[in-house]
């Protein structure tokens, strides 16, 4: 595929510039990220963009679609990946944090489990 069909979506990213502009909540990002090869994800609302298809980085997607950031999980001796999910193909990928992602961000996905607890949380002290 060699053309794309919406041009209006085009991140200056895809030409190889230095930065791109997050679909979510318009912060222009610097594609340097610490502790990552590559960002693939906005360090203020953590939202991505469906770009990869079966590698990190290969943009191979034609799905351009945001990803939500639903999740996050924990990996080895601690290292935190954040799981997205597609809002256009519902597709899930799991992501590294950066190391200047926004903490709070961070910390409102991890909890958000915890704040919506499917049974009330007294019946743990009855088990
Ligand atoms: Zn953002
Ligand atoms: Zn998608």
């Known amino acids: ?74 990996r080895g001796a601690g290292e935190w990946v954040i799981v997205h999910r597609c809002t256009g193909c519902a597709e899930l990928s799991s992501n590294r944090t950066a190391g200047d992602d926004n903490p709070l961000s961070l910390m409102r996905i991890a909890t958000r489990p915890l704040a919506q607890p499917p049974f009330p949380l007294e019946h743990l002290t009855r088990l």
């Not at 595929?1 to 791109?20: H, I, K, L, N, T």
């Not at 610490?34 to 799905?63: F, I, K």
């Open 1 to 74: 595929m060699s053309q794309r069909r919406d041009d209006r979506s085009r991140s200056r990213a895809d030409q190889g510039a230095r930065s791109f502009r997050c679909h979510h909540c318009r912060l222009d990002v610097s594609l340097w990220a610490p502790g990552t090869q590559h960002r693939n994800h906005c360090p203020n609302c953590l939202y991505s963009r469906h770009v990869d298809d079966r590698l990190p980085g290969d943009r191979a997607s034609e799905c351009r679609a945001r990803m939500e950031p639903i999740a996050i999980a924990v």
